[in-house]
């Protein structure tokens, strides 16, 4: 009896496995792999040589991400035996599945730390406000807490010292092909500045010169640079980096659109208090294909588009750059976009479901983050530092909604031509299904499914209860734009974060009803997401031979640990 009981508890235990294995094998497969890749023959070889000497600087910043997220890539996959576990761990970063509100897939981990590695991970909000000093506060410190309980403050210089200095040397002598042989003095002074600026963790005078820079072919965006990662306190940044070729035929043809902006702001449908200030008159529009990703942008849902530099006092002053991910971007909708208008969307309006479309939204969402209001209108100090951890989810609302407002009116003013605006708003619903696949504990998750329940109470679109189809409406969407881009700037302006967390918390959720058609698109097995096969290799570039030993030279005050 005893002998029989545990052959069958042994072949329960392995059905339960098989099973745990089976589903996340489905769940690497609902990935579509892509090669990431670019017409290579239109560079020459001191500009294939520096795409190499960007990846190199890419794949260590890719590591220090590994450490932000769960712990040293080696480390923490030397513990995974099996191999589903492992493959979706390298997708994710880590044991949680990002596109299921983090849930945990690796046997011995709980739910996801809110502070990721930036903070030890039983760290409350009341003890990190016990801690003394400014410090604390910066995006480029993470938070340590030794045997004894004290915690110390520790900069990113210090925190990942190798790799920094390795992604440093690796800028440094792209800097040197830049200027020697490329002749272009301002992608020359980017490079050192950047180069300098992972050993001093000030990022400040390289944020700007990328910005000077504007006729480069290649380019490098990497360094510490969102805040989605950090969930406690919305404030430490996470490492990543984007490979760049430029487009210069559609860049070129998106640069009208930039002089638009202070007349939007302008017309932006809000009291006056709430768009007194002025964006800056330097913004930039161009589109790229992404050769390499790496860290923070690479982690589950692939970034399509790059809104930067975040530092607002930047963005008033110099303006920002908004980088248009073009070849990803046609990949996501290619086999992600149109099975999904095909299943959700009503087949009168899938003819409005178009490339053009995806990629306009997506370009003026990243311009509308230069919209609307930086600092609140009571003195509390930037919206960023009144709202705190419900900053993220807010602003990439308020980008969405006033992306789709900037459509509409340049629309009406006959500066945007191509299409119909229905186009637009029918490709913007199906873009919302696209999105909340993702589940709605990220920033964009919340700021998805508010904007969708917001316009389903407000007839913008319908749901056939028969077919499952939905219809936009036209004259309805342009109304519920309007006033739910008024509803976030006042929020903003306010910067009362208990009234962002009851919008969020009556608004951010994923119905019963949504939840059904969702799990229709996995049904299909329609692609949540993809992933790359990237590097030298799949470019065709000539093997790494590494990097030279020149070193740049430590700032004052650094020791090597």
């Not at 492992?86 to 299921?100: C, M």
């Not at 040197?176 to 500045?193: C, E, F, N, V």
């Amino acid at each position: 009896m005893v002998k029989k009981l545990f052959i069958s508890a042994t072949f329960f235990i392995m059905v339960v496995n098989l099973s745990a294995q089976n589903g996340l094998k489905e769940k690497i497969e609902s990935y579509k792999k892509v090669k990431l890749t670019t017409d290579i023959s239109l560079l020459s070889e001191d500009e294939k040589h520096l795409l190499q000497l960007f990846i190199r600087a890419a794949e260590e910043a890719d590591q220090v991400f590994w450490k932000q997220a769960i712990d040293s890539k080696q480390k923490f996959l030397s513990m995974i035996k099996d191999s589903f576990q492992r493959e979706f761990a390298l997708i994710n970063y880590g044991p949680w599945d990002r596109l299921d509100n983090n849930k945990p897939f690796v046997k011995g981990y709980g739910i996801k730390p809110l502070g990721a590695g930036f903070y030890p991970a039983d760290m409350t909000k009341s003890q990190f406000d016990s801690i003394p000093g400014k410090d604390k506060f910066s995006p480029y410190t993470i938070i340590q807490k030794s045997k004894y309980g004290k915690f110390t403050v520790v900069p990113y210089n210090l925190a990942y010292f190798q790799n920094n200095r390795n992604i440093s040397n690796a800028l440094l002598q792209a800097s040197q092909i830049a200027g020697s042989k490329l002749q272009d003095t301002m992608l020359q002074k980017y490079l050192q500045l950047r180069s300098r600026a992972f050993l001093t963790n000030d990022f400040i005078k390289s944020d700007i010169a990328w910005l000077n820079m504007k006729d480069n072919r290649l380019d490098i965006i990497i360094g510490p640079i969102e805040n989605y990662e950090d969930q406690l306190n919305g404030l430490k940044t996470s490492y990543e980096a984007y490979v760049l070729v430029k487009d210069m035929e559609w860049s070129k043809r998106l640069e009208k659109y930039v002089s638009y902006l202070p007349e939007l702001q302008k017309n932006l449908p809000v009291a006056q208090i709430y768009k007194s200030e002025t964006p800056g008159s330097s913004s930039q529009l161009n589109a790229y294909d992404v050769v390499y990703y790496a860290g923070d942008c690479n982690a589950g849902s692939k970034t399509i588009a790059v809104n930067l530099p975040n530092d607002e006092t930047i963005q008033t002053e110099h303006g920002t750059r908004r980088s248009q991910l073009k070849n990803v971007m046609q990949a996501k909708f290619d086999n992600i976009m149109l099975p999904i208008a095909k299943a959700l969307i009503d087949p009168a309006q899938q003819k409005h479901v178009t490339f053009n479309a995806f990629f306009v939204n997506t370009m003026f969402h990243e311009v509308a983050h230069g919209l609307g209001i930086k600092n609140t209108i009571d003195g509390k100090g930037t919206v960023r530092e009144a709202l705190g951890a419900d900053y993220s989810a807010l602003e990439e609302g308020k980008a969405d909604i006033l992306g789709l407002y900037m459509v509409t009116r340049l629309f009406d003013e006959k500066v945007l031509t191509e299409g119909e605006i229905a186009d637009y708003y029918v490709t913007f619903v199906a873009g919302i299904f696209r999105s909340v696949r993702f589940g709605a504990s990220s920033a964009h998750g919340k700021a998805n499914m508010v904007r969708f329940n917001y316009f389903n109470e407000l007839g913008a679109f319908t749901r056939d209860t028969k077919t499952g189809y939905y219809t936009v409406n036209i004259e309805k969407m342009k109304a519920a734009i309007e006033s739910l881009s008024a509803l976030i700037l006042e929020l903003q302006g306010n910067g009362d974060p208990t009234k962002v967390q009851e919008l969020t918390k009556e608004k951010g959720i994923i119905g019963a009803l949504l939840k059904a058609d969702l799990q229709k698109l996995e049904t299909l097995k329609i692609p949540v997401d993809i992933i790359f096969e990237q590097g030298v290799e799949v470019l065709g570039l000539a093997p790494d031979k590494g990097l030279q030993q020149q070193r740049a030279p430590l700032p004052k005050g650094v020791i090597k640990h």
